[in-house]
């Protein structure tokens, strides 16, 4: 099945620093979501994206519907050690309904001290 | 409200079998997505419960098939278990939009 490009697969950062992962696709999405996943665990919704070019922030987390609406951006400033984990993106073709995921391929982020 | 909730949380099985997972939406929710994530990799639409019946289905041969029961909760079978079914199978539930992850139940298939 499709999955979107997620990049970096995986980056090694220092606590303190930020952290900017992206995910593009060849397809259009009209919500662009981001989850992260800690081991064990169901993805966890950061940020919920619904207007191409939107910016939006969730504390310490910014998000950006890319304008083409064929890629999306997320970026961690001042990281701490509880950002480790898998960050995934998702694009749903139909905003406010249940439609399905399409997810991205992952970025696994870990902090060290 | 415990959220979503599935059953059981591990499982083995061997090749050629016949498995059930189970899924118990948030409260108030009515739709039933299922969702396979093999390792290292993102989850994959499987389909989508909606008043009982199948809404919507990803690209899952039939030996994959579901069930949801007039109180929202729901099922997933997969027939003639092979090894790459081997995976974690995720129930998100909603009402609209996105929707809300459970834990998941780690197949694996020997």
């Known amino acids: 099945g499709q999955q979107l490009n997620q990049s970096p697969q995986s980056m090694f950062i220092q606590e303190g620093e930020d952290v900017s992962m992206n995910c593009t696709s060849s397809s259009i999405f009209n919500t662009w979501l981001w989850y992260k996943q800690d081991p064990g665990e169901g993805p966890v919704l950061l940020i919920a994206l619904y207007k191409a070019g939107e910016l939006t922030s969730n504390g310490r987390l910014t998000a950006q519907f890319g304008i083409t609406r064929k890629d999306s951006f997320l970026n961690i400033s001042a990281s701490i050690p509880s950002d480790v984990g898998i960050y995934f993106c998702?694009?749903?073709?139909?905003?406010?309904?249940?439609?399905?995921?399409?997810f991205g391929t992952g970025t696994r982020l870990q902090v060290t001290l | 409200d415990a959220g979503v909730t599935q059953s059981p949380t591990h499982l083995i099985k061997t090749r050629g079998q016949q498995v059930t997972l189970r899924c118990s939406p948030k409260?108030?929710?009515?739709?039933v997505s299922w969702y396979q994530q093999a390792l290292g990799q993102g989850p994959q639409f499987i389909f989508q419960y909606y008043e009982e019946e199948e809404r919507q289905r990803g690209n899952f041969p039939d030996r994959f098939s579901g069930h949801q029961f007039p109180n929202y909760s729901s099922e997933l079978n997969v027939n003639a278990l092979l090894l790459g079914d081997s995976a974690l199978y995720l129930c998100a539930s909603s009402s609209q939009g996105s929707g809300l992850f459970g834990p998941g139940t780690r197949l694996t298939v020997l």
């Open positions: 409260s108030g929710h009515d739709t």
């Open positions: 998702a694009g749903q073709p139909y905003t406010g309904t249940a439609s399905k995921l399409t």
